[in-house]
């Protein structure tokens, strides 16, 4: 199992607002992640995001995001990603075929994901630098409803990056 360390890890988001682009993160989320090259059949990633440490730089946004219209986290307090199926993709990249579920509405969503992997021999530990992309409809989620559906207000896509620091005894 990968022991991620919270404070060297991300995940984050940008969406377009009014023709700005807005950049958060999410500061507090756990996981539970098993992660073999040479078994991918029962490699897994389970991530659970407490939505209400969103930070997009601004308190009145922030807040904002958090109501009815938005993530409804009084309602919906975390968002679950969790990982199906596991391919190799490309040289050094894999295909996570998963499902998030956001405000009760499960989507399927595939991450791709990028590994960078060294050895500390001294602890015998081996530390993995995990980057994942994938785009997501914020409508799917039913996330900004109302007179915020509008795409010229707020776009309906939204960049998820995902960059984890990781740790697992070999």
Known sequence: LWQVQQDKSKISFNIDVSGEKVTGIFSSFSSTIYFDEHDLENSYAKIIIDLESVDTGRADRDSMVLDHAWFNTKQFPLAEFV???????????????STLEIKGVKVPVNLVFTLDT?????????????????????????????????????????????????????
């Open 83 to 97: 990982t199906h199926k596991i391919i190799k993709h490309e040289t050094n990249s894999y295909l996570a075929e």
């Open 118 to 170: 060294s050895i500390n021999s001294e602890k015998g530990e081996r530390q993995t630098i995990m980057r994942g992309h994938t785009v997501l409809n914020r409508i799917d989620f039913n996330i900004g409803s109302n007179e915020w559906s509008d795409p010229g207000l707020v776009a309906h896509s939204i960049e998820v990056d995902v960059d984890l620091v990781a740790f697992s005894q070999d």
